[in-house]
């Protein structure tokens, strides 16, 4: 399923959440004791940064951290000096040449696109991951550091057994973001993702990025109201707070952590884990239905 009508040619909804971590190791082992299943580990060619992958059906989180600083980091450096947690999101797109071309059209500067590789270490030997990138001006999607991703080889890091696990993860849901104006960012998410995608409502800002998975912007205030758990972190007015991630069962998914000693806050609804226990994210589970 693509975007909402009106949305820029190409964009398929979203790819994938960067989660900024101190210690990648460290980060792998922590969530994986969430129930996540991680890829093997990927290095960035050219730039100091390693990753691990937990992919889901059709989207993932990355988590991202420096293994070596005399390279480039992208800004990794600078944004763990306020601590870790969600660092930004990428779209997807289907044809990244149009959806150039639909920024472009609408006089939306962006650089790219540009080539990306990333070295992933299986056990047979490495492989390459390739990417394509496109980054439009901060401006275009505000509150929310994000970029436009296309897979060139999705059949290397979308493996079956790479997209199960025993939190019954399937889909990212929901980004919380907290932002100080929500009102003054609807235009500019309109003009990306269309009008139909878009709606303000009690000074919260709720944009359908495609597929199941939509982006709440809301100010600090009411943050409780849309993920309590997030509340309290000593972070940047502006900043990326939490996920909703959709699962099979909601049940199994209170009985993995349990197994797991993870702590978390249990509703009839979903299944709470608070930012400290999930390197700056604070973390709900909610069950989704099969398609």
């Not at 993932?60 to 480039?72: A, H, K, R, S």
Request: aromatic content about 6%.
């Amino acid at each position: 399923m693509t975007s909402g009508e009106g949305a820029l040619r190409g964009l398929k909804g979203l790819d994938h959440v960067l989660v900024g971590v101190s210690d990648l190791e460290a980060a792998r082992a922590n969530w994986q004791r969430l129930g996540f299943t991680a890829c093997p580990r990927g290095r960035h060619i050219g730039w100091g940064t390693a990753n691990y992958c937990l992919m889901l059906e059709r989207d993932y989180i990355e988590l991202i951290g420096i293994v070596d600083p005399t390279q480039f980091t992208n800004n990794l450096d600078v944004f763990l000096e306020g601590g870790e947690g969600l660092l930004g999101l990428a779209y997807a797109s289907g044809d990244m040449a149009e959806t150039a071309a639909a920024l472009a059209e609408r006089a939306i500067p962006a650089d790219g696109p540009k080539d990306l590789k990333r070295i992933l270490e299986l056990p047979e030997g490495e492989v390459r991951p390739a990417f394509e990138l496109l980054f439009p001006e901060a401006e275009a999607l505000p509150g929310a550091r994000a970029f436009i991703c296309r897979h060139l080889t999705p059949e290397i890091v979308w493996r079956e057994e790479w997209t199960r696990h025993a939190n019954g993860a399937r889909a990212i849901l929901e980004i919380v973001g907290v932002v100080e104006n929500p009102e003054a960012l609807e235009p500019a998410y309109r003009r990306v993702f269309g009008e139909r995608a878009v709606h303000l409502q009690s000074g919260r800002l709720t944009v359908a990025v495609g597929g199941p998975t939509r982006l709440v912007l809301t100010r600090h205030e009411s943050l409780a109201e849309v993920m309590p758990q997030a509340v309290g972190r000593e972070r940047p007015t502006q900043r990326l707070a939490g996920l909703t991630v959709g699962v099979r069962d909601l049940e199994a998914t209170r009985g993995a952590l349990q197994a797991s000693g993870v702590r978390a806050e249990s509703s009839a609804s979903a299944v709470m884990v608070d930012a400290q226990s999930a390197n700056g994210v604070a973390l709900s589970f909610r069950e989704m239905p099969e398609a």
